[in-house]
């Protein structure tokens, strides 16, 4: 079934939510630590009434379970009237074999509510983007127990406040074009990115207006990465990006003749004459900062900053 965004129409924005409200934790991709996940889950505690499902453990494989019970899972937390966010478990591999029979909802049947998550959810993301609703690029749950206070904080925030988050700064650029600009910010995992290419789910990136690109990636080789970026650009899923900003690059090295997987970005993206500007504390290492997807922000090189033009509930 072919997906088409349009731009004529706002975004759709999910309600605020506030302490103890139910919020529900999936696992729509690889299989979950206990001990991690138990972790995350305890945070989340602190500041939300957690309801998650009896197979959030199963393991099938690199799988959190098979297809049909991570597609009911996600299916639940999507429709139920009780739960106000959805937190997913753990990125890895697997949101993508759900897409097909996903797609085939319409909007009145996804009602909304924030979606938390980074990775892999990427592709969630992606699928929420085509029906035009803003999503929250931010730690699954294995990783909440790891992070800074601060970037709890952050997320708290976001999921709670009816303001734009405070700018991200301290950005460095990584091309030549200074200039400032606004658009769309959308984006996540590079390599699940270039995954999206040829799917439904491309036209996230290419219907959405001019669109910031936001990128982070882990353990892949910068050569794999120049690989990523191209196909993006040959498959036209670049084409009305108009600027674009990095997380971190965790595991990202190669042979030292070599150039680094920063230069990389720097060097493909930059082609495409746009300001593009890294640092952003967000992704697979030490921090990861949540970021509102779908919402309109502005990048501003001179002055190494990515400012929030919206809040991402209301």
């Known amino acids: 079934m072919a997906a088409k965004t349009s731009q004529g129409k706002p975004w759709r924005k999910p309600k605020a939510l506030s302490p103890l409200d139910s919020v529900a934790v999936i696992a729509p991709s690889g299989p979950v630590s206990s001990s991690r996940l138990t972790n995350g889950l305890s945070v989340l ?5 957690v309801v998650q499902s009896d197979g959030l ?3 099938r494989g690199f799988l959190a379970g098979d297809d049909g019970r991570r597609l009911a899972e996600l299916r639940w937390a999507l429709s139920d009237p009780h739960i106000h966010a959805v937190f997913c478990a753990r990125g890895g591999h697997g ?9 085939a909802a319409s909007s009145e049947e996804l009602p909304h509510r924030p979606l938390v998550g980074f990775s892999d959810v990427t592709v969630l993301h992606a699928l929420l983007a085509v029906h035009q609703r803003v999503t929250i690029h931010g730690p699954v749950i294995a990783q909440l127990g790891e992070l800074p206070v601060s970037d ?6 976001l999921l709670e406040s009816t303001q734009p988050p405070p700018p991200v700064t301290g950005l460095i650029s990584l091309s030549g074009n200074l200039r400032a600009t606004s658009g769309r910010l959308l984006g996540g995992n590079l390599e699940v990115l270039s995954r999206l290419c040829g799917t439904p789910l491309q036209a996230s990136m290419i219907d959405s207006g001019p ?3 936001l990128v982070e990636e882990v353990t892949e080789a910068p050569y794999r990465i120049d690989r990523a970026l191209t196909h993006l650009r040959q498959a036209g899923a670049l084409d009305r990006v108009v600027a674009a900003v990095v997380g971190d690059l965790m595991r990202c090295e190669g042979p030292q003749e070599h150039p680094s997987a920063l230069e990389v970005i720097g060097e493909r993206l930059g082609s495409l004459g746009i300001p593009v500007l890294a640092g952003v504390p967000l992704g697979h290492g030490s921090r990861n900062r949540a970021v509102p997807l779908g919402v309109q922000v502005h990048v501003s090189p001179r002055h190494g900053s990515l400012e929030f033009l919206e809040a991402a509930v209301e």
């Open 57 to 59: 453990l199963e393991q």
């Open 211 to 213: 669109v910031v690109l």
């Open 45 to 49: 505690a602190e500041r939300y009434r």
């Open 95 to 103: 949101a993508l074999r759900l897409v097909s029979p996903l797609l």
């Open 152 to 157: 709890r904080e952050v997320l708290w925030a």
